[in-house]
């Protein structure tokens, strides 16, 4: 899939660095009218971001479908997640990095962090990273060197 029109949820999930960030997300996307799964946590108590990027990353390649991480600066989710293969998480922190993503890499988790990024901007960030099509062409065979490594 070259887009996510067709995607029937967005996962997400955060660690307690990323909790309340993870919350105004759901709850906008959900106000788009968006399928958004939350795959936790369910509060913010201390919690091990790898885990919940193994649980999303689980549905994102079983389902084809998007996922977002969330954790204090976005990087541990985007390690944990970047080391399955078929993942392609990208930290995004302006709006061209989340069109570029999707666009040049075919990324298929946007990974923001919540010390870092301003809630409304994340949302903005969700919604081009949600809109955006990988273009193919010469990025094609990038990204499929990438899948090879």
């Known amino acids: 899939m070259n887009d996510f029109s067709a995607a029937?949820?967005?996962?997400?999930?955060?660690?307690?660095?990323g909790f309340a960030l993870k919350e105004v997300l759901?709850?906008?996307l959900r106000e788009e009218g968006k399928n958004v799964v939350d795959m936790g946590p369910m509060n913010a108590e201390r919690t091990d971001y790898p885990d919940y990027a193994r649980t999303v990353c689980a549905k994102v390649l079983e389902s084809g479908d998007p996922g977002i991480l969330i954790c204090g600066t976005g990087i541990g989710m985007s390690i944990a997640a970047n080391r399955r293969h078929g993942i392609r998480a990208a930290v995004c922190t302006h709006e061209f990095h989340a069109r570029a993503a999707r666009e040049h890499n075919n990324a298929n988790i946007l990974c923001i962090g919540e010390r870092v990024?301003?809630?409304?901007?994340?949302v903005e960030l969700a919604r081009i990273f949600l809109s955006a099509s990988f273009t193919g062409g010469?990025?094609?065979?990038?990204?499929?060197?990438?899948?090879?490594i």
């Open 138 to 148: 010469r990025h094609e065979a990038r990204v499929a060197k990438i899948e090879i």
């Open 26 to 28: 759901v709850a906008a």
């Open 8 to 17: 029937k949820a967005i996962y997400i999930g955060s660690d307690h660095a």
């Open 117 to 122: 990024t301003a809630p409304g901007l994340a």
